[in-house]
């Protein structure tokens, strides 16, 4: 019995207990350390003088290509003779021909693409044999030194005089417009390809070595590698050699194309058809280059991040 109504009292006490004192206090909440909201305020400020920078840098370029159309509209209208030199609301009017009536030569969008292909196909082929033997003859010596003289002599040709050639070979076709733009790519990528596998660091290279790396898997995980970037720098420029090199072949000779047009628009003293065939080139080189630059951020994401501002042109 005496344990009964200790334990009873024991009860009674302890719902006392809770009555009085109520339900537990949540725990309190972890606070936020002071350096996060630090690192997110510097974050935004970063964010924000990035966005500034650019508004500011697309606004001044804006302001540029404005300022030199309106004085060359201007000096057109009342100093220079615009038959010779045209102006921007001329060539304004022939692209807008171009691109709703059709050119001379039939639609526009068939000489764009016929100058694409060949530049294409030259800028693929060029680029490839540039790469295979500029990285070559970068890790022979011997090779490099039986070659060095007929590759300078090649080099050292004109390439108007190498188109003038092709169309005898290949005739009119898109087949001479392909290896004028291949010479030119060829040699572009080629150099740098020689100089990057040039380049490597021999510590590296013997290291691989002394761990058992044959040839072969020095060349695909150091050698490659490490000319990657070189390459790459290469290919920015080298489109725009392709296309140079389409251009000249269809205006040396060709029955289609952007060269075509810039050739007949010569031929009937239309400058501002000269004007607007080459605003098409710039616009399509651009564009190339857009490409490209996406490709070697992909590309060279392995590569840690230079140190300083990044300066592109």
């Known amino acids: 019995m005496r344990r009964e109504t200790r334990t009873r009292e024991a009860e009674t006490t302890a719902e006392t207990a809770a009555e009085t004192t109520g339900p537990p206090e949540p725990a309190p909440k972890a606070a936020v350390p002071a350096d996060?909201?630090?690192?997110?305020?510097?974050?935004?400020?970063?964010?924000?003088?990035?966005?500034?920078?650019?508004?500011?840098?697309?606004?001044?370029?804006?302001?540029?290509?404005?300022?030199?159309?309106?004085?060359?509209?201007?000096?057109?209208?009342?100093?220079?003779?615009?038959?010779?030199?045209?102006?921007?609301?001329?060539?304004?009017?022939r692209l807008?021909?171009?691109?709703?009536?059709?050119?001379?030569?039939?639609?526009?969008?068939?000489?764009?693409?016929v100058t694409l292909q060949e530049a294409v196909a030259g800028f693929a082929l060029g680029a490839a044999g540039g790469v295979v033997l500029g990285i070559?003859?970068?890790?022979?010596?011997?090779?490099?030194?039986?070659?060095?003289?007929?590759?300078?002599?090649?080099n050292a040709i004109p390439r108007i005089i190498l188109a003038s050639l092709f169309i005898i070979w290949?005739?009119?076709?898109?087949?001479?417009?392909?290896?004028?733009?291949?010479?030119?790519?060829?040699?572009?990528?080629?150099?740098?390809?020689?100089?990057?596998?040039r380049e490597v660091d021999r510590n590296l290279v013997n290291n691989a070595r002394i761990l058992g790396a044959g040839r072969t898997q020095v060349l695909w995980t150091i050698v490659v590698p490490s000319a990657t970037s070189w390459i790459l720098a290469s290919l920015h420029s080298a489109?725009?050699?392709?296309?140079?090199?389409?251009?000249?072949?269809?205006?040396?000779?060709?029955?289609?194309?952007?060269?075509?047009?810039?050739?007949?628009?010569?031929?009937?003293?239309?400058?501002a058809g000269i004007y607007a065939g080459m605003i098409i080139i710039t616009v399509l080189a651009?564009?190339?280059?857009?490409?490209?630059?996406?490709?070697?951020?992909?590309?060279?994401?392995?590569?840690?991040?230079?140190?300083?501002h990044d300066v592109q042109l």
Request: charged share 15%; aromatic share 14%; with cysteine.
């Open 36 to 93: 996060d909201h630090g690192d997110r305020a510097a974050i935004a400020r970063l964010r924000t003088a990035g966005l500034r920078r650019t508004l500011g840098i697309t606004g001044v370029r804006v302001a540029l290509v404005a300022v030199w159309l309106g004085s060359w509209e201007l000096a057109a209208r009342h100093w220079i003779d615009p038959f010779y030199y045209s102006m921007p609301s001329k060539i304004w009017e």
């Open 170 to 197: 290949f005739g009119l076709g898109m087949q001479s417009k392909i290896a004028t733009a291949f010479v030119l790519v060829f040699f572009a990528v080629f150099f740098n390809a020689f100089q990057g596998a």
């Open 136 to 154: 070559v003859l970068g890790r022979s010596r011997f090779l490099s030194d039986v070659c060095a003289p007929f590759i300078k002599a090649v």
């Open 239 to 271: 489109f725009g050699f392709a296309i140079i090199g389409a251009i000249v072949g269809e205006y040396t000779g060709a029955d289609k194309g952007l060269g075509l047009l810039i050739n007949h628009s010569q031929g009937t003293f239309d400058a």
């Open 286 to 308: 651009l564009l190339a280059e857009y490409l490209l630059t996406l490709l070697e951020g992909r590309l060279l994401r392995w590569r840690p991040a230079a140190s300083g």
């Open 96 to 113: 807008v021909d171009w691109f709703t009536e059709g050119t001379s030569q039939g639609s526009i969008w068939e000489q764009i693409s």
